[in-house]
């Protein structure tokens, strides 16, 4: 196998690692959300995956970033480690779990779309048909099965995607200078003093009504999403290409409801595991024009 096909299959390798992780976001942050507020639990969670990220650096010695970094770190920053955590966690306030995955599956396209503002990709016209027929299969499927939300939270969680797909491109495209972990730990650390900033300023009033399910979730979102989730995506980013790997995201809210079924025993519909077998198929066929 030629360095070039393995480079692109360890990408793919990682990018789905990667979703898998990411899948348990938004049931975390909506069972996080019951007993903290949204502005404490992004602050909470960038802080802690801060501190995490300052230890890692610090032990494999990394260079600072170079200037010329600085802007790119800001937009990762904004995008996914302020924007799409509290915008998410907003709508999660007054939406179900369930209704809130099903938008990540906008998310390939919004990730492709500014790869190919930021990153120069061009994909072939033939993968925004296919990538649109897997997004459009995704909304399809939550809308016939989740259709109770308010339009306020389906427009907060559709710019936390919108914001997210910045976030990951921008990020996709500096891992190839700087390696994918380096990339969201710098985004961190960075971060972290306006992020410490946040978290002081809504404290919860009663520590002691915040449930264990609560801190779990807080753990989860810290630990996982905000850092061992990217450092495995923008590897993958990084190897398999942005507008390629990102369609993997289209799995992302079939495996949350999948873990919603084996872990909170919720029902599974034949419609969920259709819809899933279409969107399959369509990120397998995209991913031949990307």
């Avoid at 990020?171 to 190839?176: Q, Y």
Wanted: glycine content about 10%; aromatic content about 8%; charged content about 10%.
């Amino acid at each position: 196998m030629d360095t070039a096909k393995q480079k692109r299959i360890d990408g793919l390798i990682c990018g789905l690692l990667g979703v898998v992780i990411f899948s348990g976001s938004l049931p975390a942050t909506r069972v996080a959300v019951a007993d903290l507020s949204p502005l404490f639990l992004t602050g909470a969670r960038a802080v802690i995956a801060a501190a995490l990220a300052g230890l890692v650096l610090l032990a494999t010695r990394q260079a600072r970033p170079d200037r010329r970094d600085l802007m790119s770190l800001a937009v990762i920053a904004v995008g996914v480690v302020v924007g799409f955590p509290l915008l998410s966690a907003l709508a999660l306030q007054h939406m179900t779990s369930a209704r809130s995955i099903v938008f990540i599956g906008l998310l390939p396209l919004s990730t492709a779309i500014f790869g190919v503002m930021r990153g120069g990709e061009r994909p072939r016209p033939l993968f925004w048909l296919f990538s649109g027929l897997g997004s459009a299969t995704v909304i399809g499927f939550a809308f016939s099965s989740h259709g109770d939300g308010a339009w306020t939270s389906d427009l907060l969680m559709l710019a936390s995607i919108v914001i997210c797909g910045l976030g990951y491109a921008e990020g996709g495209i500096l891992a190839r200078r700087l390696g994918g972990w380096q990339v969201i730990c710098w985004a961190l650390v960075l971060s972290a003093p306006i992020m410490l900033v946040v978290t002081t300023m809504d404290l919860p009033a009663d520590w002691s009504a915040i449930g264990v399910p609560a801190w779990t979730g807080l753990a989860y979102v810290s630990v996982f999403s905000m850092l061992i989730g990217f450092i495995f995506s923008y590897r993958g980013l990084a190897m398999g290409g942005i507008a390629s790997v990102g369609q993997l995201q289209l799995l992302q809210p079939f495996f949350a409801l999948a873990l919603a079924g084996l872990v909170l025993h919720e029902a599974v519909p034949w419609t969920m595991v259709a819809a899933a077998a279409l969107t399959v198929a369509s990120v397998a066929v995209a991913r031949r024009y990307a």
